[in-house]
């Protein structure tokens, strides 16, 4: 997509203040997903909130169905054959992470003797042949579950090394059912032999694909912005074209807009390593020479991170009043560590001067007030950055339609620190009146340079796309004239109510054209944001819902498919250094499975329960 020249910037300081006012008649459509964020709510439409209330307020509605407060479903006592024992083995560990070699050992017999001592445990070998067994079953289950699935489907794509030094790329699989919610799901965790090549990749991608038979059903595809994604995209575009499907780069390529966001604040913190000088109000030469050196809460990393749990800092921290915590290193790969460095450093900023300077080692590394004046300045020029990250790491809403507002707020949020006299922009700092030092400034104009060579436009494509693949042939025509009902013109008065009678009775046909001409809707007024809107609607826009069904399928960062990866720190402990490849994809995609599986229907026992206590109530 081309990057915009000038974006449109929203002023609202809330996020569910920003939305209600994109009005899509007047501005640009900043991305084609943007479009169908017709309503939304902050929440996602999740059950959480519900199920807190239900087990604090009415306690007896999960009871009386067996739901347990854990989020999962506590069916009726199953009879206890081999079968259903092996099966609930096989879920304690996976879901726990837990060794094969568990069933061998005596502490965990004696406990299951302790409810059944008739029971007979199977040994590590059987278990782990069922588990590759219970993978079968399941992703024959999940491959007719996105043949269900009446829209195309969106993926995520992203490459992880296991502790044992195997190469897997994990693919996440999303689409939006026909009661229109949201169907997150990992597709697989393929082993990856040789380099990780954009070639090798797409390859391996197109297997997964036809494997389960969906090459047909591919929409976008999100990746981090590697170098070897666009190698990636290029081949698999070729792959695409061979098999006579519509797949283009410009179309359906999604950055990882999280990764985006710290591209943006590393290229701010680099600036600010570099060239900030507490002492000047601008770039000096001493400052270039210098390196970074003179901001240590930056640059040095030799402060002790466990310094609030040393004998010297714990009498202070009780003194404050203050929870004892480690301190926290940037990792420049980690998102968002930086302000978390920082923050909470001023959080902890007594304790941690009354330990500089009782160690005369440490002395070096006192901050004076301008510094940590300077600190709070940069912890206010990064936060909203942050916050969208967070924002955009969700997975229970379709965070593609989010895309548009980020930037905007992120744009609104740097300009802040611009100075253009043509656009009225001063730099004012709201706290003191005065402008934001030129260091500050600096940061702010790197980071703003960066998120617009990623800034994407659609510039009007997204009717073309409308026309080319969802519009009906046969409506061509705009509009269509419906003849009123037939009645005798005797005078002028008549004449103008027939006339007036007719013009209301046009009926535009362009579904595209009614949609952007309805007036956007506030967040308040919907309570399932617009997988909810469009689901009450779809009627009223038979070919336009199909393709909002197809465009809010994306995910706007990758963050699910590393998702999918957090699960290998507890899965290969340095007890587990030799497991085979194979085992550790059949765990981590069997253990997804099982888990989406249950929370769907613990969100449908819970709705049912609810639904049965209205009804006795009433």
Same mark, same amino acid.
């Given at each position: 997509?081309?990057?915009?020249?000038?974006?449109?910037?929203?002023?609202?300081?809330?996020?569910?203040?920003?939305? @209600?006012?994109?009005?899509?008649?007047?501005?640009?459509?900043?991305?084609?997903?943007?479009?169908?964020?017709?309503?939304?709510?902050?929440?996602?439409?999740?059950?959480?909130?519900?199920?807190?209330?239900?087990?604090?307020?009415?306690?007896?509605?999960?009871?009386?169905?067996?739901?347990?407060?854990?989020?999962?479903?506590?069916?009726?006592?199953?009879?206890?054959?081999?079968?259903?024992?092996?099966?609930?083995?096989?879920?304690?560990?996976?879901?726990?992470?837990?060794?094969?070699?568990?069933?061998?050992?005596?502490?965990?017999?004696?406990?299951?003797?302790?409810?059944?001592?008739?029971?007979?445990?199977?040994?590590?070998?059987?278990?782990?042949?069922?588990?590759?067994?219970?993978?079968? /079953?399941?992703?024959?289950?999940?491959?007719?579950?996105?043949?269900?699935?009446?829209?195309?489907?969106?993926?995520?794509?992203?490459?992880?090394?296991?502790?044992?030094?195997?190469?897997?790329?994990?693919?996440?699989?999303?689409?939006?059912?026909?009661?229109?919610?949201?169907?997150?799901?990992?597709?697989?965790?393929?082993?990856?032999?040789?380099?990780?090549?954009?070639?090798?990749?797409?390859?391996?991608?197109?297997?997964?694909?036809?494997?389960?038979?969906?090459?047909?059903?591919?929409?976008? $595809?999100?990746?981090?912005?590697? *170098?070897?994604?666009?190698?990636?995209?290029?081949?698999?575009?070729?792959?695409?074209?061979?098999?006579?499907?519509?797949?283009?780069?410009?179309?359906?390529?999604?950055?990882?807009?999280?990764?985006?966001?710290?591209? &943006?604040?590393?290229?701010?913190?680099?600036? %600010?390593?570099?060239?900030?000088?507490?002492?000047?109000? *601008?770039?000096?030469?001493?400052?270039?020479?210098?390196?970074? !050196?003179?901001? @240590?809460? %930056?640059?040095?990393?030799?402060?002790?991170?466990?310094?609030?749990? *040393?004998?010297?800092?714990?009498?202070?921290?009780?003194?404050?009043?203050?929870? /004892?915590?480690?301190?926290?290193?940037? $990792?420049?790969?980690?998102?968002?560590?930086?302000?978390?460095?920082?923050?909470?450093?001023?959080?902890?900023?007594?304790?941690?001067?009354?330990?500089?300077?009782?160690?005369?080692?440490?002395?070096?590394?006192?901050? *004076?007030?301008?510094?940590?004046?300077?600190?709070?300045?940069?912890?206010?020029?990064?936060?909203?950055?942050?916050?969208?990250?967070?924002?955009?790491?969700?997975?229970? =809403?379709?965070?593609?339609?989010?895309?548009?507002?980020?930037?905007?707020?992120?744009?609104?949020?740097?300009? #802040?620190?611009?100075?253009?006299? /043509?656009?009225?922009?001063?730099?004012?700092?709201? &706290?003191?009146?005065?402008?934001?030092? #030129?260091?500050?400034?600096?940061?702010?104009?790197?980071?703003?340079?960066?998120?617009? !060579?990623?800034?994407?436009?659609?510039?009007?494509?997204?009717? !073309? =796309?409308?026309?080319?693949?969802?519009?009906?042939?046969?409506?061509?025509?705009?509009?269509?004239?419906?003849?009123?009902?037939?009645?005798?013109?005797?005078?002028?008065?008549? $004449?103008?109510?027939?006339?007036?009678?007719?013009?209301?009775?046009?009926?535009?046909?362009?579904?595209?054209?009614?949609?952007?001409?309805?007036?956007?809707?506030?967040?308040?007024?919907?309570?399932?944001?617009?997988?909810?809107?469009? /689901?009450?609607?779809?009627?009223?826009?038979?070919?336009?819902?199909?393709?909002?069904?197809? =465009?809010?399928?994306?995910?706007?960062?990758?963050?699910?498919?590393?998702?999918?990866?957090?699960?290998?720190?507890?899965?290969?402990? @340095?007890?587990?250094?030799?497991?085979?490849?194979?085992?550790?994809?059949?765990?981590?995609? !069997?253990?997804?499975?099982? #888990?989406?599986?249950?929370?769907?229907? =613990?969100?449908?026992?819970?709705?049912?329960?609810?639904?049965?206590?209205? &009804?006795?109530?009433?």
């Amino acid at each position: 997509m081309d990057v915009g020249s000038s974006p449109a910037i929203l002023d609202s300081n809330e996020v569910q203040d920003v939305v @209600p006012q994109l009005d899509f008649k007047k501005r640009k459509l900043t991305s084609e997903f943007q479009l169908f964020s017709k309503s939304y709510q902050k929440g996602g439409g999740a059950t959480s909130g519900m199920k807190r209330h239900i087990e604090k307020i009415h306690p007896s509605i999960l009871q009386d169905r067996g739901a347990s407060t854990s989020g999962s479903i506590v069916p009726p006592s199953p009879v206890l054959n081999n079968e259903t024992l092996m099966n609930g083995i096989v879920e304690f560990v996976l879901e726990t992470d837990q060794a094969f070699s568990i069933v061998d050992d005596s502490s965990f017999k004696r406990l299951i003797r302790l409810i059944n001592p008739e029971v007979k445990l199977p040994g590590r070998t059987t278990l782990r042949d069922a588990v590759s067994k219970r993978y079968q /079953k399941e992703k024959e289950l999940v491959a007719a579950q996105l043949q269900e699935i009446p829209g195309k489907l969106s993926f995520m794509v992203d490459c992880w090394t296991s502790a044992n030094q195997w190469a897997f790329q994990g693919i996440v699989v999303q689409g939006i059912s026909k009661n229109w919610e949201l169907i997150s799901i990992a597709l697989d965790l393929t082993i990856l032999e040789g380099s990780h090549t954009g070639i090798n990749l797409a390859s391996q991608f197109m297997k997964v694909l036809e494997e389960f038979s969906i090459v047909k059903k591919v929409h976008s $595809i999100t990746t981090d912005n590697a *170098s070897n994604m666009d190698t990636f995209f290029t081949n698999f575009e070729e792959q695409m074209k061979i098999k006579e499907e519509n797949f283009k780069i410009q179309d359906f390529r999604v950055r990882c807009l999280a990764h985006i966001l710290n591209f &943006c604040c590393q290229s701010a913190l680099d600036s %600010l390593r570099a060239k900030y000088d507490p002492k000047f109000d *601008s770039i000096s030469e001493e400052a270039e020479q210098m390196d970074g !050196t003179n901001l @240590p809460i %930056l640059t040095k990393r030799t402060l002790p991170a466990r310094f609030p749990t *040393s004998t010297r800092a714990i009498p202070q921290c009780d003194v404050l009043g203050i929870e /004892k915590k480690e301190l926290v290193l940037d $990792i420049k790969t980690r998102w968002n560590s930086t302000i978390a460095m920082i923050t909470r450093a001023v959080e902890y900023r007594e304790p941690l001067e009354y330990t500089l300077r009782r160690e005369k080692k440490l002395h070096s590394w006192i901050l *004076s007030a301008e510094e940590w004046a300077s600190i709070t300045k940069m912890i206010i020029l990064l936060k909203p950055f942050e916050d969208m990250t967070v924002l955009m790491s969700k997975q229970d =809403f379709p965070t593609i339609s989010f895309c548009a507002l980020v930037y905007s707020k992120i744009f609104g949020h740097l300009e #802040k620190y611009r100075i253009d006299p /043509k656009r009225k922009l001063k730099a004012i700092d709201p &706290c003191n009146g005065r402008v934001h030092p #030129k260091w500050l400034r600096d940061a702010a104009s790197k980071a703003y340079d960066k998120l617009g !060579t990623y800034y994407p436009s659609s510039d009007g494509e997204i009717k !073309t =796309f409308w026309i080319n693949n969802y519009k009906e042939p046969d409506s061509e025509e705009d509009s269509t004239e419906l003849e009123p009902s037939s009645s005798s013109v005797e005078n002028e008065q008549d $004449i103008f109510m027939q006339f007036h009678q007719k013009q209301s009775m046009v009926v535009k046909k362009d579904e595209m054209e009614r949609y952007l001409s309805e007036p956007t809707v506030r967040s308040d007024s919907q309570t399932n944001g617009a997988l909810g809107w469009w /689901k009450n609607h779809e009627e009223d826009y038979p070919m336009l819902s199909k393709m909002a069904r197809d =465009f809010l399928s994306a995910s706007g960062t990758s963050v699910p498919s590393e998702r999918l990866f957090s699960s290998g720190s507890t899965l290969i402990n @340095p007890r587990r250094q030799r497991m085979k490849p194979s085992t550790i994809r059949e765990c981590v995609c !069997t253990k997804n499975w099982t #888990k989406s599986k249950s929370q769907a229907l =613990f969100k449908e026992e819970l709705c049912l329960a609810v639904s049965e206590k209205m &009804c006795a109530d009433c």
